[in-house]
């Protein structure tokens, strides 16, 4: 109701016109009780007076709301107070002209125009001033209140999208931990591992430990934020590819095109993995071919591109962009949606030119300070 008063000038109107007319009824509530009394001289002018307050003061009040309304957005402080004398005292001028000149017929043609005036200026000077100051604080303060609930309700907007954003990185985190703990993903790389050591290359067998121990500690202990850099997440896919590597047997080569001016942008913290994991099981595995993967990211027309291509086996003739998603890539696209809304890209095809699919993201640079 207040927003409407505020947005609604018809609305407001009406709102306005009851609130004078039921003052109007009060005042002719005192005028009757006071005839009783032989306090009132005449209560048929006194009524007429009051109508005329009331008529007046319902086409005043909009104006002066409006007024306000405008300086506010353009003054403040003493400047905005100053603006309120000036116009309030205008609307006195303005308004007791008005009401001296209808009420005229009230007194005998001895008083002249100029001396009911001055008689109107002098008894309405101070209620005038009052009036539009409690009409002009009235307006504000529900003005103050609305704002104020505003900034309650993006508050909590934002709480929840922080919320939601923190549940959505537990999943991929999630996620990520029970493909990494995958029996036979375990089981190839401690297989390689004692592979090493028994034709005693220690090293190789060291560094592959290392890797997988830094895999599993970054997505248990350090994998707690919503964004990191393009850096950091390139580092933790070679990370993850290192190891993946050893179970197509040298099958599999990863290419980066990563622009330099791209690494200190921000992007949501896992987002490659799950469909780099979508391109190993399910287009190279699947294929007879040596493997190729390739991660491009680069800043083009000031929106950040992220794609990744592989030479798979392509994606199915009947395939659905949306009814065929599985858990890694409808988590993807539901996280972008959610953080970026409607401002990215996200698309899955097939490659024109030779075997495989390609998957393009697009979304707003945010560069790291």
Known sequence: ????????????????????????????????????NKVSL????????YLFVGIIWIVITPVIIYVAQISKSRYSGWKLLL???FFS???LFFRTIIYAHLTISHFDSSISFEKNWLRVLELQFLGNYVIYGLVVTIF?????????????????????????????????????????????F???????????????????AITM?????????????????????????????????????IRFEDRLNIFYKVDENTLKCYV??????????????????????????????KIKDNKLSIIVTDNGIGLPENWNFHKSFGVGLRNTYERLKYHYEDNFDFSIENNINKKGTSVTMIIPVEIEQ
Do not use: C
Request: proline fraction near 2%; charged fraction near 25%; charge should be positive.
């Open 186 to 204: 375990l089981f190839n790389t401690l297989h390689s591992v004692a592979s090493f050591i028994r034709i005693k290359k220690n090293e190789e």
């Open 1 to 36: 109701m207040l927003k409407r008063f505020i947005k609604d000038w018809k609305y407001r109107f009406a709102i306005i016109s009851l609130g004078w007319a039921a003052w109007f009824v009060l005042a002719s509530i005192k005028t009757f009780i006071s005839s009783l």
């Open 83 to 85: 603006m309120h004398i």
């Open 268 to 297: 949501p913290n896992l987002i490659l993995q799950p469909i780099i994991e979508n391109a190993l099981k399910h287009g190279l595995r699947e294929s007879n071919v040596n493997g190729e993967l390739q991660i491009e990211i």
């Open 209 to 245: 430990l290392s890797k997988l121990s830094e895999l599993l500690r970054y997505t248990v202990y350090d994998n707690n934020k919503n964004f990191v850099t393009v850096q950091k997440e390139i580092s933790f896919i070679k990370g993850y590819v290192s190891i993946e590597k």
């Open 42 to 49: 005449d209560p048929l002018h006194e009524l007429t007076d």
């Open 140 to 184: 504000y303060s529900i003005q103050w209140y609305l704002e104020f609930r505003e900034s309650e309700l993006n508050a909590l907007k934002s709480n929840l999208r922080y919320e939601k954003l923190e549940r959505q990185l537990l999943e991929a985190n999630l996620t990520t931990l029970r493909m990494q703990l995958n029996p036979h």
């Open 89 to 91: 005292t205008v609307i």
